[in-house]
């Protein structure tokens, strides 16, 4: 019972995510015109994006919770959910482009939603390379932080705002209906919601794992 | 932080680019060098330099430009000295100076750069005033970005590679809408048109100068 009260939101990660993939892949969803079935992939692929904003935003708490305390432990959350978010964040790029592929024609037709979120991506592998080139762990911890939330405040206006100042073929941008405009019977919420609270519970799994990890490793080196 | 001190930074940046010219002209010479290794590679002669690559091109080498120029802001004096510095004002007083400094140095470079590179490659702008908006905030912007990008990378010893790796990235939205508010200048579009991208550029710079302003205290202090 102790541990069913400690774990309970991995019991319901794993429930939430059976039900994605069974019921995102089996149950009715809108006939539509060139979208067909690829309309599923709204269980897939949105909520990786959700969870990678979601991610990284607990990284930048977690960055500013470092320069105001000075604890290493704090830098280990900071990386382990940049690390889980730039996962979701690959994950989100390439199931993308497979859905690009069946309804647009193309893995990449230069979409600003895609080019933004590459560069996204880039801002946080720069991240970890700018990580790589310390040898002092507290040295490395601030400036990592400091370029963490300088990185996250440019990205902001990347994500969200130039997109939907040029035309894009996405959907919910340039005028194109979002899917909330397709699903006119609810059938798709249904699966969404639980989708994105699924997906992102499973992101926290993997960074509470990895910070875990390491906040072992950092005890055994103070042993030594 | 007190204007007299931002003042009194910036006037002692100024000297110092003024007692050590060789990086200046250095600077000068490296925007003309590119300049015309372009006009050479393109070979403008047969014709293949339309408007647009006209366009992107000269704001490619002043990305490059800016990556050099502000790369050097916090190299140019020795640990020492800036320690002495960090006893003697507010660190907000000193990135904003090197921030202006920054800008001062860019809008120069660039003028001087538009004009060689109109020399060279002609110059098709139709509407010159908005093309110097353009340029004036574009200066703003690398200056705001690459300042506090270089005090990073001077922090992970100064790594030419990492200052690029870095900047690149968050530099990207500025530098589509300065190149779209260049675009519409060039084309002699109605002005109006490009007031959302003008108010898009001075937002975003409002927000990188604001986190500058607050995260560069962290920086100094290791």
Not at chain 1, 80 to 94: K, M, T
Not at chain 1, 203 to 224: H, I, M, P, T
Not at chain 2, 74 to 103: C, D, H, M, W
Request: charged content about 15%.
């Amino acid at each position: 019972m102790e541990k069913l009260k400690k774990h309970w939101w991995k019991v319901l990660a794993a429930l939430l995510l059976f039900y994605t993939v069974i019921a995102g892949l089996l149950m009715d969803a809108p006939r539509l015109h060139i979208l067909n079935e690829t309309i599923r992939a709204l269980h897939f692929h949105v909520p990786m994006w959700f969870g990678m904003l979601a991610l990284l935003l607990l990284s930048v708490v977690y960055a500013v919770k470092y320069l105001r305390s000075g604890e290493l432990r704090h830098d280990r959350y900071a990386v382990e959910f940049a690390n889980a978010g730039l996962i979701f964040g690959i994950l989100g790029i390439v199931t993308g482009m497979f859905w690009a592929h069946y309804t647009w024609g193309k893995f990449w037709s230069f979409d600003p939603k895609q080019n933004m979120s590459a560069i996204a991506l880039l801002i946080y592998l720069a991240y970890f390379v700018l990580r790589g080139s310390f040898e002092d762990d507290h040295q490395r911890a601030r400036i990592s932080s400091v370029y963490n939330i300088f990185a996250f405040a440019a990205m902001v206006p990347l994500l969200f705002i130039l997109p939907r100042l040029t035309s894009s073929l996405h959907p919910g941008n340039g005028g194109n209906p979002g899917f909330n405009a397709y699903d006119l019977d609810s059938n798709l919420r249904m699966v969404f919601y639980p989708a994105v609270i699924g997906w992102f519970l499973l992101g926290l799994w993997f960074a509470s794992l990895r910070v875990r990890l390491r906040l072992v490793q950092d005890k055994l080196e103070d042993n030594l | 932080m007190r204007l007299e001190e931002v003042k009194a930074l910036l006037y002692k940046e100024l000297l110092l680019e003024w007692r050590q010219r060789y990086a200046f002209n250095g600077m000068l010479l490296y925007v003309s060098s590119t300049i015309i290794v372009c006009y050479m590679s393109f070979g403008v002669r047969s014709g293949m330099l339309t408007p647009p690559v006209w366009n992107t091109l000269f704001w490619i080498i002043m990305l490059f430009t800016a990556v050099n120029a502000v790369a050097k802001s916090f190299l140019q004096e020795a640990e020492g000295r800036q320690l002495y510095y960090y006893t003697l004002a507010s660190p907000q007083g000193i990135i904003l100076a090197k921030i202006v400094y920054n800008a001062m140095l860019m809008l120069l470079l660039t003028g001087v750069g538009l004009l060689f590179y109109s020399v060279v490659l002609g110059n098709p702008v139709q509407d010159p005033l908005l093309f110097i908006v353009a340029m004036v905030l574009a200066a703003i912007s690398f200056s705001s970005t690459f300042t506090m990008i270089s005090g990073i990378a001077q922090k992970a010893g100064n790594n030419s590679t990492l200052m690029a790796v870095l900047g690149f990235p968050v530099i990207v939205p500025t530098l589509l809408m300065v190149i779209k508010i260049a675009k519409s200048a060039m084309d002699g579009l109605e002005r109006s048109l490009s007031l959302d991208e003008l108010v898009t550029l001075l937002a975003i710079n409002a927000i990188v100068i604001t986190v500058s302003l607050m995260l560069f205290p962290f920086l100094w202090r290791s």
